[in-house]
């Protein structure tokens, strides 16, 4: 029955061709000349994605990164200190991710518009027409390598915070044109990176379809023994998003049946092989959440004429119906995560910085390995458990040297000595996992920053030095043996005076030595005591 519902509507489709090639003909092609964009696309008329990942020549397997592009997106000034929200749709090629992305972007971009107006927002009307990511009819690949939307969308989340979400197309994996690397670095690093992964499937999930998470299943086991108890889960959110199904008396289209449809397959039984087992239930032990959405097809119009141009009229309806509660469902702003890595929530800028790595453990000739996944990961963890440490040892440092006046070489050596000890446990707190000699590099190099900004503080300190006898109390008025000196001083020229008015030699410059010895000693006393007082706060404190 559902297969007789999908030949009517696409014989309809057909039947209508005729008529709509004629007036094509005869008026010119109507949806270039006469079509209205919607209102959302007069907000991002210069807007397009930029290709971050591509083969590094047409001859090359290698992939390279395009840093200035990642740069132009992710730290403008006004989303790179934001929270990051990274949506992205991998699977087979030509089979819709393209097209998928440009109902997100015209939703996205729809509530941003709501939200700012404070209005209720109709993102997918009949009249809309949809732009943004290229697709196109056919048999040949249209996208290749990655692309990423030319910025991000901010998007205020239920608690008042606006996030930067980001969208993010693949190339088509498993076609006669890309390598099983190119297909298995594309698909990780898609998946390394993304907040929600939509793992694009057509008709059902296949053995091989689980059997394409295999490097995600070794590194979940991987990280697992490595880390002990201080595991998490390293990935967010799998959805796999089943297009063109074709059974929806046994398993309705959407989120419901979805759901049915994947625990009858992530069901373990005693009959299974291990292997089936062990993929299941490593799959669960990956990802933090783990969906499933059922979509008809969506219309003859669509899949197979060239002259469609985005026109949501043109899409079946119900297609269209299924997507209208699908895409609301994972973009809504109470759905949306930021993405973390580690356990820590990333911003713009740094997803940066977590590219970069993971584009440089997949730069080789070789398949991406779970090893090398980890090894990746433990790099990015010791650069976070770096700069955290770093962070400390400079506030503490800062605020013991904030004071005007010049602290004695000893007393600082011992708060550099006690503030490094500390951001060094700090950075053994870390998780560990991955290669040993990882944590020895970036445990040597944060020594050595260490010791770096410490030469700073001493210079610093070293200027504050104010010359004159006075001054040099100050600096020094540490110093109990400079006290002694000074009292003994001015008792003994003190003395002196009186011996040399009684004999009858005074002058005013043997009364003037005394008198100095004596001001210089006040200041001592004061500059202990004051000391002292400020020992005292610091130890309260």
Not at 100 to 111: A, I, Q
Not at 499 to 504: D, E, K
Request: glycine share 6%; net charge negative.
């Amino acid at each position: 029955m559902a297969g007789a519902a999908v030949d009517d509507e696409d014989n309809a489709d057909r039947r209508s061709t005729a008529v709509e090639s004629q007036s094509a003909t005869s008026e010119g092609t109507e949806t270039e000349s006469s079509s209205v964009a919607p209102a959302s696309m007069a907000t991002r008329p210069n807007i397009r994605p930029l290709q971050v990942l591509a083969l590094a020549s047409s001859s090359s397997t290698r992939f390279v990164l395009n840093e200035e592009a990642l740069k132009r997106i992710l730290c403008d000034s006004k989303v790179a200190n934001r929270k990051v929200v990274v949506i992205s749709v991998a699977g087979a090629f030509r089979k819709g991710k393209s097209f998928l992305l440009n109902f997100f972007l015209e939703y996205l971009y729809s509530l941003s518009e709501a939200q700012e107006e404070n209005c209720e927002h109709d993102w997918l009307s009949d009249e809309k027409q949809l732009r943004g990511f290229h697709w196109k009819a056919g048999a040949h690949r249209d996208t290749s390598g990655m692309w990423m939307w030319g910025e991000p969308i901010l998007i205020r989340r239920d608690d008042g915070e606006k996030v930067a979400v980001v969208l993010v197309d693949t190339q088509g994996t498993f076609d006669n044109a890309s390598t099983y690397r190119q297909c298995t670095t594309i698909f990780a690093l898609s998946t390394m990176i993304s907040s929600v992964q939509i793992y694009n499937i057509v008709d059902t999930i296949q053995e091989d379809s689980l059997q394409n998470l295999s490097l995600f299943v070794e590194y979940g086991r991987l990280a697992t023994k490595e880390s002990g108890d201080s595991y998490r889960k390293p990935f967010q959110t799998l959805v796999f998003l089943i297009r063109d199904f074709k059974s929806p008396d046994d398993y309705p289209y959407g989120k419901e049946g979805g759901t049915a449809l994947l625990n009858d397959v992530l069901k373990v039984t005693k009959d299974q092989e291990p292997e089936l087992r062990d993929v299941r239930e490593q799959i669960k032990n990956c990802f933090d959440k783990i969906l499933c959405y059922l979509l008809p097809h969506p219309g003859f119009k669509v899949s197979e004429r060239i002259s469609f141009k985005g026109h949501v009229r043109d899409i079946r309806p119900a297609f269209k119906n299924e997507l209208e509660k699908l895409v609301p469902d994972l973009l809504n702003p109470t759905a949306l995560e930021p993405k973390e890595i580690n356990g820590k929530i990333i911003t713009c800028k740094k997803l940066l910085e977590y590219f970069r790595e993971y584009a440089r453990t997949f730069d080789g000739n070789t398949l991406p390995e779970p090893r090398s996944i980890l090894n990746a990961n433990a790099q990015l963890i010791c650069m976070e458990a770096m700069i955290e440490a770093k962070a400390f040892y400079c506030r503490g440092m800062e605020k013991a040297c904030s004071g005007r006046r010049m602290m004695s070489e000893k007393r600082l050596e011992k708060i550099h000595l006690k503030q490094a000890e500390i951001a060094l446990q700090i950075y053994e707190q870390s998780p560990k996992i991955g290669a040993g000699d990882i944590r020895d590099s970036n445990l040597a190099k944060l020594q050595t920053e260490i010791d770096s900004e410490y030469e700073m503080y001493r210079r610093a300190n070293y200027e504050k030095r104010i010359k004159g006898v006075a001054s040099a109390c100050l600096a020094c008025g540490d110093s109990p043996l400079l006290g002694i000196g000074l009292g003994a001083a001015t008792v003994a020229s003190t003395a002196g005076a009186a011996i040399a008015i009684n004999v009858g030699v005074a002058t005013a410059g043997i009364v003037a030595i005394p008198c100095a010895l004596v001001v210089l000693f006040s200041v001592w006393i004061l500059v202990c005591v004051q000391q002292c007082y400020e020992t005292k706060c610091n130890r309260d404190e």
